[in-house]
């Protein structure tokens, strides 16, 4: 017999390896958050001392930085953080779920379909805040459904559904200008500074659900984490160990949705986050752990770093969706090429 | 592993959608012995294994695991007693080794559940039954097609379930390899005891390998028993549709098949 006890050992160790790298990953992810969200309150057209910001925090009223960290820097930071999050892990499990790095929710349609009625609600209905996102959840979960019912066909597969909700998103699209052309000039320009993903408007009372909404549907998705590891497999590898793969599709689908649906009733589609965070985190993590965490905090940076970019890096102001839109068109190109070529997996 | 599990497949029908494949199967595997599932192309084997393994519900009939339904027993118990190897598993891209093996425990892990020594153990054992061990910290890309389907065989292992079902675990192998998988198989099942259920392509690994032989044709049980009752030339020919001579192989006394063609025949003089 040959020497069971080493085998145990390097069998132990590659364990443990992995799940160092996997705690390793996550706080420099932690790291690069914080880092991101103390700059966005310390440093924008002014410098404000952190001790002046950590004060500010605390409550107490400090002539001046008052009112630029507490009513402009820190609601704009916490709401990108949070709205970085729910994209990040959306994205990802969609991704994984369906292996395949182009099933992010803003490519088949998922966002847009939220969007859409985010719009109509804002445009037609005349709603605003948490009916906002009520709507659009619906919608969203609605466009989610018809994609994977349209493609489903003796189970679903990842190709036909990405095909699908490309079509779908591009109809949806094709109605959100139709919403557009028939607006009011004011509408009109309210609707279009929001449909470009900005965290221009942020107000502090919009943390909340976007807190209720981590909570409760990112708690869902961390809670199958682990069958989402194993649907990585393919159904049948996953079906064989046990994982409830109907069931477990219905749950990431509906708190991804919900996830998506929220970020976009606040902040308009923040272009690619969802759809770059996934990628970003893989390459990190590669396979040692659950991808839902690092990919949060990866689109917690994208966002907080993109806006900051748009705001203060560049000749003029943009939206943080322009420079996130920028910097995702490229990698979308660069996948279909290679997609094209060698099939795709996550 | 003393403890033997029953599985039985009562009165069956399946298919996909509207169309059925199988047709009133009644099959009982015998527990602890290794049955091939032979047929021609199309003819509802891999069909019957998938439902067996519960990734089909079936239009009828039930499949049975020691009296009661898979098909209503919870999917993480059930995984804790049938093991499945499907024809093309996927690998996760840049995935290692003792990684992949290591999720074949996912079934005796709950949300939160703590990762356990006999979990470990349990991964050491299937890779060195395997003969894996060597390949641990490489990444299953690099591996050539023999090593890949040792590995998967190792996941599965690293499952300790009683009963293996295998899909074509042979297919896109050279015959070497071939031979390499199913020894392994036979080795699990001498020194386990863990009952193992194949497709097999290959009729004369088919029944040089295995204790018990279903031939299935047309969607039906055409044939079921010990490789000497089961191939024969009447068989053959039901099954196939293939003109042949049965011999006995010389090396392991089982019966062999030679196919007679239209050509390349000896001319008798």
Not at chain 2, 185 to 200: E, S
Request: proline content about 4%; overall charge positive.
């Amino acid at each position: 017999m040959i020497n069971t006890s080493s085998t145990l050992a390097r069998v132990t160790n590659g364990r443990k390896n992995r799940s160092k790298r996997w705690k390793c990953v996550v706080s420099l992810l932690c790291l690069l958050a914080v880092a991101a969200f103390s700059i966005t309150l310390t440093l924008g057209q002014s410098f404000t001392p952190p001790q002046d910001v950590i004060n500010v925090l605390l409550g107490e009223n400090v002539p001046g930085a008052s009112f630029v960290v507490g009513q402009l820097r820190l609601p704009r930071a916490i709401i990108s953080l949070l709205v970085g999050m729910s994209f990040g892990m959306a994205g990802v499990a969609f991704q994984v779920m369906l292996r395949n790095p182009l099933a992010s929710p803003d490519i088949i349609g998922v966002s847009s379909g939220a969007t859409a009625a985010a719009v109509f609600a804002i445009i037609v209905l005349h709603m605003d805040g948490s009916s906002v996102a009520f709507f659009s959840i619906a919608v969203g979960l609605l466009v989610a459904l018809a994609v994977y019912g349209l493609s489903y066909r003796n189970g679903a597969s990842g190709a036909r559904l990405i095909l699908v909700g490309i079509g779908v998103s591009a109809m949806i699209e094709s109605f959100i200008v139709y919403l557009l052309s028939q607006a009011q000039a004011w509408d009109r320009q309210e609707a279009m500074r929001w449909l470009s993903g900005s965290v221009n408007s942020a107000q502090i009372h919009q943390a909340l659900p976007l807190i209720l909404s981590l909570l409760v549907f990112g708690g869902f998705l961390l809670s199958r984490s682990r069958d989402l590891e194993a649907l990585r497999m393919g159904d049948d590898t996953a079906h064989a160990l046990g994982v409830r793969v109907g069931m477990t599709r219905i749950t990431v689908i509906v708190s991804a949705v919900g996830l998506i649906a929220v970020g976009v009733a606040i902040t308009g589609p923040i272009a690619f986050v969802a759809f770059l965070s996934g990628p970003i985190a893989v390459r990190l993590v590669k396979n040692n752990g659950s991808l839902l965490i690092p990919s949060g905090l990866v689109g917690a940076c994208l966002v907080m770093g993109g806006d900051y970019i748009g705001q203060f890096l560049l000749p003029s102001r943009y939206p943080v969706g322009v420079i996130t839109g920028a910097l995702g068109a490229p990698y979308l190109i660069y996948l279909i090429i290679r997609v094209n070529r060698k099939g795709g997996s996550l | 592993m003393t403890l033997k599990h029953q599985l039985v497949v009562d009165h069956l029908a399946a298919g996909y959608g509207e169309k059925t494949i199988l047709n009133d199967i009644n099959v009982a595997i015998k527990p602890g012995q290794i049955t091939s599932i032979i047929g021609a192309n199309a003819c509802g084997k891999s069909t019957l294994l998938r439902t067996m393994s519960r990734l089909i519900s079936p239009s009828n009939g039930q499949v049975l695991l020691d009296g009661k339904s898979i098909h209503s027993t919870p999917t993480r118990q059930l995984a804790q007693t049938l093991g499945l190897l499907p024809q093309s598993p996927i690998a996760p891209e840049g995935i290692t080794v003792s990684d992949l093996v290591s999720r074949g425990r996912h079934p005796h892990h709950g949300f939160l559940s703590r990762w356990r020594k006999e979990d470990d153990e349990a991964i050491a054992k299937a890779l060195e039954t395997t003969k894996t061990t060597e390949l641990l910290d490489r990444e299953i890309d690099e591996l050539s097609g023999g090593q890949r389907q040792r590995v998967w065989i190792a996941m599965a292992l690293a499952q300790e379930t009683n009963i293996l079902l295998l899909d074509e675990p042979t297919t896109f192998l050279d015959v070497a390899h071939q031979i390499e998988v199913l020894d392994l198989l036979v080795d699990l099942n001498q020194t386990r005891g863990t009952t193992i259920v194949l497709v097999l392509h290959d009729l004369n690994l088919a029944a040089r390998y295995s204790d018990q032989l279903i031939a299935i044709q047309q969607g039906q049980v055409c044939a079921n028993g010990t490789p000497n009752e089961v191939v024969t030339e009447d068989m053959i020919h039901a099954v196939f549709g293939l003109q042949s001579q049965v011999i006995t192989d010389p090396i392991s006394g089982r019966p062999m098949v030679l196919p007679i063609g239209r050509h390349k025949k000896i001319k008798h003089t």
